[in-house]
């Protein structure tokens, strides 16, 4: 009996996430880096140029397996992804507008011997009218070979290592970051006073200028009176905010109030730019707000029912008709005869 296969869209891309000064972006069995340069190893290629200018520089492959692999080698623009920010890359079949387009391989495919290495020259070129400021890549080798994996029903994975490119465009460069789409949803106990109040904060980070930022984000609550109810720096926040990108972002409040009404502001800066943006809340636990609705309910009917007695015409009452009176008939008693 066949097997059905089911081709994972998604691409694994193994970035090379930590900061390691000298180590390739890595999966186990290939690895990507730049060419060693004659001052040092590069951990990504850093680039700078002018519109209108090309720049020259090398990729290495390196198979770290027992047997020769194959790679399709392209070029790629990089993107936060939206619910975690992290870095992530366009695959090959994905349009390209920035590195993606504009950096050529010498070569499209490349076979990489067995625990050996290849190195490919590429050439990016960037074109007038590109607009100034950070626009992130990698040059990627994908593994054109489909892992089938094993089981009744099993996902075809394609795995691609990536070594990430920051070119910079020379022009005016322009910080700026904005906090858009705040929210909080409140999870109040049944019966209030027995069990905890969580809260969850949601946002949108969005870096609007043409420069990659490192955010810091610092959330403030205040509830009735203006008492503070929360202050601290959030940490679960992207590195790397490229630009253009939004990133979606919740925060947990532990010990959020069960009955209060008050203010959420998150305020992000980076470099020079710092924007802040707030949400209104209002902390009510489930048991009171179904007695204060049952209440309202019965006070709504009570008042309905009022108003239309109130508006019920009176019936005119018709006077009785006075009894009729017989006109009383004068006796003539007989004169008395002398």
């Known amino acids: 009996m066949r097997k059905p296969y089911v081709?994972?869209?998604?691409?694994?891309l193994a970035l090379l996430v930590a900061p390691a000064p000298a180590h390739a972006a890595d999966n186990g069995s290939w690895s990507v880096y730049p060419a060693a340069s004659k001052v040092a190893a590069r951990p990504y290629f850093y680039l700078s140029a002018d519109p209108g200018t090309t720049i020259e520089d090398k990729v290495v492959v390196a198979n770290r397996t027992g047997q020769p692999l194959s790679f399709r080698l392209y070029a790629a623009d990089a993107y936060n992804t939206p619910r975690d920010g992290g870095f992530a890359v366009r695959t090959v079949?994905?349009?390209?507008?920035?590195?993606?387009a504009w950096a050529k391989p010498a070569k499209s495919r490349v076979t990489v011997p067995a625990h050996g290495q290849v190195t490919v020259p590429f050439a990016l070129h960037v074109p007038e009218g590109a607009e100034p400021g950070d626009h992130p890549g990698a040059l990627v080798a994908l593994d054109e070979q489909i892992d089938k994996g094993g089981g009744s029903l099993a996902l075809g994975v394609?795995?691609?290592?990536?070594?990430?490119?920051?070119?910079?465009v020379g022009g005016p460069t322009l910080p700026a970051i904005a906090v858009e789409n705040v929210h909080i949803v409140h999870h109040q106990p049944l019966v209030p006073g027995l069990g905890d109040s969580t809260a969850t904060i949601s946002y949108t980070l969005h870096n609007t200028g043409n420069v990659t930022l490192d955010p810091k984000v610092e959330l403030r609550a205040e509830g009735l009176f203006g008492r503070t109810l929360l202050a601290r720096n959030l940490s679960r926040i992207p590195s790397e905010l490229l630009p253009g990108q939004r990133v979606h972002l919740t925060e947990p409040w532990r010990g959020a109030p069960q009955l209060d009404w008050g203010d959420v502001t998150l305020t992000a800066s980076a470099q020079?730019?710092?924007?802040s943006a707030s949400a209104s809340f209002f902390a009510l636990p489930w048991l009171v707000a179904v007695i204060l609705l049952a209440v309202a309910a019965v006070g709504a009917v009570l008042l309905i029912r009022a108003r239309?007695?109130?508006?019920?015409p009176?019936?005119?009452?018709?006077?009785?008709?006075?009894a009729a009176t017989t006109p009383s008939r004068r006796r003539?008693?007989?004169?008395?005869?002398?």
């Open 7 to 12: 081709l994972l869209l998604g691409l694994f």
């Open 93 to 100: 079949q994905e349009k390209q507008r920035g590195v993606g």
């Open 158 to 168: 394609q795995r691609a290592v990536a070594a990430r490119v920051y070119l910079r």
């Open 272 to 275: 020079d730019t710092r924007e």
């Open 308 to 312: 239309r007695v109130r508006a019920l």
């Open 314 to 322: 009176s019936v005119p009452v018709r006077p009785s008709r006075p």
């Open 332 to 338: 003539s008693s007989p004169s008395a005869r002398p």
